[in-house]
């Protein structure tokens, strides 16, 4: 036996504390390299809140951290949903809020002065280094700790794990996946030691996930599929019935405590799985009790039939108590993971959203690099040794690839898995090419082979001569340790003759099977493998850097666009817009806009929304949509009837930018359409080729809808009454500007972006306003009308801007 | 479903047997009846014993909210849960005290077996007094 190199001969106490103090510098740098790889947005722009969920969980958390925790638990948002409010200490996951509260009061009391906001930037890259550190401890227990290293490292600059955590975006994700981990982590640990105290660990950290993430469902099926894969594979065993009772006991118990998941636990389907198993390992269990007490094998028998028999009924229960109404069927965001065409026929609102389409394969590629085709060779190791953890991983990996491949929202959750696969099989492959150990050289197998070879033969014949093959067996497992001598030792134990006449007739052929046999030889290939392993991963951390600086890192609040000179150009419309709302309008103002706005209209001008995005009502943002898409006369009805003063509108035309309400207007119509079929009707708003024109090809449906007359009001203006460049829709705008009767132009931001008209009161002499329009400006152009009763602030600003970009 | 559940109780095995009738189940079933009071240990059958009231108090509970009503649900919920989650937790305590299953729990002595049932018992009750309401 020799080493291909050798390793410096330290003592075992040197080696451990060498060891200890590695694992400590890399746990510091993946921590520093997860928090530093989150920062591009703060550095390059300022640390603000970035997208528009966060502007909610942001508004809810200084609710908290200013009126404690009694009044945000009955926090009642009189703001949202205008007439009819929203009580949101009852309607959100309060994991989120209650962890940056608690986490600011905690730094309040040591007198560490911390803006809440800065608290809330910072949250998600914090936690993105302690999720690497329970992806390390999950990892540790499927194969080593290198392995655990590997796979902290991974998610710590994975592009699919950092697109939802960067500084700034305070969303449910930040801290999810780090509780996803952990409860994961805890789960297996529970299923190897069968104790009742990790079992109840994972209940409280399932607690603090549902607490988080309406993703917890995930775990709740993913655990029970997990036991049930192991009693079908006929892995039952007393510590599997420990480990998921425990933690469906008071798992579900805990988590009905979160009051906006209620009762669901025991209501809805998609929690019937978990109960189900917990059904099924109560009888397997008590099954194989009664078992163990009678001997008698058709018994045995007809207690597995009786298994069988309770499982199939209790499923067609659970079925029959879902047709009949007792247990609500899925919802319609998690049927549209199975039947990936049911949310565009029937709930168009689900759809709408751009998260919630299927991924390209670029996709993938884009956000985990290398570890997308490590992770299958990683799943296949796995497989080759099949441990009960491994199961584990090996479900979550096919469940996870799924789901992530019909959503792009949910590539999410899949990078943990694959982080963890890819680390297995990179650890494996390093584990095979840095091992010193050489495979036996020809010269030494063939001694050793030849001393062993015979006395497998001699095993065969008698249960004499078996024995004594063993015993040859085990001086070989002794011999390859000691590498020389072989044949001596052997010798000694087994029978001396027919070694003799073997040693004599076999030489030649186990010199062949010495050739054969598979390992890696001399220094170069090892060197070759390894370097090529560590210059795959140099490139991942390069793409790594790479994507989160330049797709994932940037505030949706500002736009940012280069110059010619490569200067950048901030283009910060938003903001202006929100800002104006807040300081010139009353302070009870409703504010009418599409439901994307919502939440940041609430937070950043502190003005009354009629819809926001958490969109629980459907009808309400149907009539949103409706107002939208009704001529003005019909519209200005709706907006009276909800008190509105106030629509805002985003309007890309002039610059370009492409997520405008223009291009959101079909939605508007669809889901307006599902509620009031014969008033709106998306066909109207088609050409009759079938075409979605703004141009002079525009149907008159189209012109008149408040939103296109909204968002071309004053356009063509900017282009010397001549038809406008719609730089969006890449077309030349209609060539008579749409007039305005019921409304009016109160504020237009400077590129154009965001355009705020104020509802006009009804005529205090009782005409209808057309008409009143008409009197007053006495000529065709109604213009200097405008001009004359226009709110004086806005009027010079929009006219500042209009100059500033024609 | 929960609550036939893997106590060696005879009249819910006796209920297994009659259910597919036959010779040798009414043999299995004496010699199950007979097997359990000698193989039993004295401790794991006043367990046994405790599972049983559990059992009993869970069935009264359930069938209190069929036959009668299920108004406060989330006390329903609460006294349900507290009874199947104590009798999970017995029964992990029990099996992990069992000298048959020694070498299934390498790291479980009975000793830590009852401070994980004590630990388990104290979380689920705080749940089990909160969701009371």
């Known amino acids: ?806 | 479903m929960n609550r036939s559940t893997k106590v060696s109780r005879p009249p819910v095995s006796s209920s297994a047997g009659s259910a597919s009738s036959g010779e040798t189940a009414s043999n299995a079933v004496s010699t199950l009846i007979k097997s359990y009071s000698d193989n039993t240990p004295a401790r794991l059958k006043l367990i046994d014993s405790f599972l049983l009231f559990l059992i009993l108090a869970g069935v009264l509970q359930f069938a209190y909210c069929v036959l009668v009503t299920n108004f406060p649900f989330n006390s329903f919920i609460a006294g349900f849960a507290s009874t199947v989650g104590q009798f999970v937790l017995l029964a992990s305590l029990r099996i992990q005290a069992n000298r048959a299953n020694e070498k299934d729990f390498p790291s479980v002595t009975p000793e830590r077996a009852f401070g994980d049932f004590l630990f388990g018992s104290v979380v689920l009750h705080f749940f089990v007094v909160n969701f009371l309401g």
């Open chain 1, 1 to 806: 036996m020799s080493a291909a190199y050798h390793s410096p001969d330290f003592s075992p106490r040197t080696i451990a504390s060498i060891g200890y103090s590695l694992r400590a510098l890399i746990f510091f740098v993946v921590f520093a390299a997860a928090v530093s790889s989150r920062l591009f947005a703060v550095i390059r722009h300022e640390s603000i809140i970035h997208e528009y969920d966060p502007a909610f969980n942001f508004r809810a958390t200084k609710v908290l951290t200013k009126d404690g925790y009694y009044r945000f638990w009955n926090w009642f948002d009189p703001t949202a949903w205008y007439p009819l409010g929203r009580a949101a200490g009852g309607t959100l996951y309060p994991g989120l809020m209650a962890t940056s509260g608690a986490i600011y009061n905690v730094l309040h009391f040591f007198n560490i002065d911390v803006n809440i906001r800065d608290v809330c930037v910072f949250l998600a890259p914090g936690f993105a280094g302690l999720t690497a550190w329970a992806t390390y401890m999950f990892t540790k227990t499927m194969k080593d700790e290198s392995a655990g290293l590997l796979a902290g490292i991974f998610i710590a600059i994975a592009p699919g794990y950092i697109s939802r955590s960067v500084a700034g975006s305070y969303d449910n994700e930040a801290i999810a996946i780090f509780l996803l981990m952990i409860t994961f982590y805890l789960w297996i640990k529970a299923v190897k030691e069968g104790s009742a105290l990790w079992g109840v660990g994972t209940a409280i950290f399932y607690f603090y996930m549902v607490a988080s993430w309406g993703g917890y469902v995930f775990i709740t099926n993913m655990i029970p599929l997990h036991a049930f894969v192991l009693i079908l594979m006929g892995r039952f065993s007393t510590r599997l019935y420990v480990s998921y009772s425990t933690f469906y006991a008071v798992g579900t118990l805990a988590s009905m405590q979160v009051p906006f998941v209620g009762f669901l636990p025991v209501r809805t389907s998609e929690h019937m799985a978990a109960l189900g198993v917990f059904g099924l390992i109560q009888l397997v269990a008590f099954v194989e009790l009664v078992r163990s007490h009678v001997p008698s094998k058709q018994f045995a028998l007809l207690l597995r039939a009786f298994v069988a028999f309770v499982f199939f009924t209790s499923f067609a229960a659970l079925v029959a108590l879902t047709y009949g109404g007792y247990i609500a069927p899925w919802t319609g965001r998690f049927y549209s993971l199975w039947d990936t065409g049911y949310a565009r026929k029937h709930i168009p609102i689900i759809s709408s959203v751009s998260e919630h389409q299927p991924p390209a394969w670029p996709a993938f590629f884009f956000d985990l690099e290398m570890l997308v085709w490590l992770f299958p060779a990683g799943i296949y190791l796995l497989f080759r040794e099949l441990r009960d953890e491994h199961v584990f991983v090996i479900i979550y990996a096919t469940m996870a690839s799924y789901f992530a491949s019909v959503m792009v929202r949910l590539m999410l959750t899949l990078t943990p898995v694959v982080c963890v696969a890819a680390a297995i099989a990179i650890s494996s492959l390093l584990d095979t090419y840095l091992d010193p150990q050489e495979p036996e050289s020809a010269e030494d197998s063939v001694n050793s082979i030849a001393a062993s070879e015979p006395v497998a033969a001699v095993s065969k014949p008698t249960a004499k001569g078996g024995k004594k093959g063993k015993a040859a067996a085990a001086a070989k497992a002794a011999a390859a340790a000691d590498g020389d001598g072989v044949a001596d030792d052997v010798a000694d134990i087994a029978p001396s003759n027919e070694v003799v006449n073997g040693s004599t007739t076999h030489p030649v052929w186990a010199f062949k099977r010495a050739k054969e046999s598979l390992g890696i030889y001399g220094l170069d290939s090892r060197v070759v493998v390894s370097i090529y392993t560590l210059v795959l991963l140099l490139v991942f951390v390069l793409h790594c850097t790479f994507v989160t600086s330049t797709a994932y890192s940037s505030p949706s609040v500002v736009l940012a666009s280069r110059n010619a000179d490569g200067s950048q150009h901030i283009i910060d419309d938003f903001r202006e817009a929100y800002h104006w709302l807040k300081q010139n309008t009353a302070s009870d103002a409703r504010v009418m806009s599409w439901w994307d706005y919502g939440y940041q209209i609430a937070g950043f001008s502190d003005r009354t929304t009629l819809v926001d995005n958490n969109t629980w009502n459907n009808t309400h943002i149907a009539t949103v949509g409706k107002a939208m898409a009704s001529p003005e006369d019909k519209a200005y009805n709706i907006l009276q009837q909800h008190d509105v003063d106030y629509v805002l509108v985003m309007f890309g035309g002039l610059l370009g930018y492409s997520g405008d309400d223009m291009n959101k207007f079909l939605w508007m119509i669809r889901i307006s359409q599902g509620i009031w079929p014969e008033e709106i009707r998306e066909v109207d708003f088609f050409t009759p080729q079938g075409q979605y024109k703004v141009d002079d090809g525009a149907t008159k449906t189209m012109k008149n809808s408040l939103m296109y007359k909204m968002s071309y009001y004053r356009f063509n203006e900017l282009f010397g009454g001549r038809p406008g460049m719609d730089r969006v829709r890449g077309t030349p705008t209609a060539t008579e500007g749409p007039k305005l009767d019921y409304l009016e132009e109160a504020f237009t931001s400077e590129n154009w972006i965001v355009r705020i008209y104020e509802v006009k009161k009804s005529d205090p002499l009782g005409r209808e306003l057309p008409l009143a329009n008409a009197f007053d400006s006495g000529k065709r152009r109604k213009r200097s009308s405008t001009a004359s009763k226009g709110s004086s602030s806005s009027r010079p600003k929009a006219r500042k801007g209009a100059a500033a970009a024609s």
